[in-house]
């Protein structure tokens, strides 16, 4: 059963950054990118980067360019996002999918999603 | 970037109706489009890729159409169990950007 398990939930204070883990089973990790997406509360999904896991080529959204890292351990089949420079406009639920086709096309879309990390920040 | 709109924002309908919703997409996008159906407290789930494929373990009542720049979701005899947010997403490039969403809602 293909699976994406993300780390638990955390507070952080404004300005501290945030590392959530996600780690893949049921299927071949090195075959797939990887891309985040966060959720605000009552809000919609917002697409914020994707990388691969192998050449740890990467893409970000423009909005977090500078404060986005994402990484990935082959080995444990384990990808990273983390965000610096936190505030509360980044408190969210954040999800890793897997993907395809790195910074082009993909045909087959997000098809396995992580259970989602609680993120909220204040002081 | 790609711009997607959905319509409506928001839908009430009943069991057994059948429900379309819409996704036009600022710029040509091939056939590169999906839709994602997300109900309270969970993840996003794939429901359609590349417009029109099911994906597997999907019920036959969800089937998607368009191409190039305008889309549709139909959903055919409602059950309990569809009401939810509906996302479409454009994966022709990046950033792969969402839909607003579109609330289904029981009348």
């Known amino acids: 059963q293909m699976q994406l398990l993300q780390s638990g939930a955390v507070l952080k204070r404004p300005g501290a950054s945030v590392r959530v883990s996600c780690e893949a089973s049921?299927?071949?990790?090195?075959?797939?990118?990887m891309n985040w997406v966060r959720q605000a509360t009552g809000q919609g999904l917002e697409w914020m980067g994707w990388?691969?896991?192998?050449?740890?080529?990467?893409g970000y959204a423009q909005r977090f360019q500078g404060r986005l890292i994402m990484t990935g351990n082959s080995s444990i089949s384990t990808a990273y996002m983390e965000l610096s420079s936190l505030t509360s406009e980044d408190t969210a639920i954040y999800y890793c999918?897997?993907?395809?086709?790195?910074?082009?096309?993909?045909?087959?879309?997000?098809?396995?999603w992580g259970q989602g990390t609680t993120v909220t920040v204040s002081s | 970037d790609i711009q997607l709109t959905q319509s409506p924002s928001s839908l009430s309908a009943s069991v057994g109706d059948r429900v379309t919703i819409s996704c036009r997409a600022s710029?040509?996008?091939?056939?590169?489009l999906n839709w994602f159906q997300q109900k309270p407290g969970k993840a996003p789930k794939l429901l359609i890729y590349?417009?029109?494929n099911l994906q597997s373990g999907v019920p036959s009542r969800f089937s998607g159409s368009g191409s190039v720049t305008d889309f549709t979701l139909t959903i055919t005899s409602l059950q309990p169990e569809d009401f939810a947010t509906y996302y479409c997403q454009q994966s022709y490039n990046t950033p792969r950007t969402f839909g607003q969403g579109t609330k289904l809602e029981i009348k």
């Open positions: 710029q040509h996008i091939n056939n590169f």
């Open positions: 999918a897997r993907g395809r086709g790195g910074a082009f096309v993909d045909f087959f879309g997000m098809d396995v």
């Open positions: 990388m691969n896991v192998v050449s740890g080529d990467a």
């Open positions: 049921g299927y071949s990790f090195s075959s797939y990118d």
């Open positions: 590349a417009a029109s």
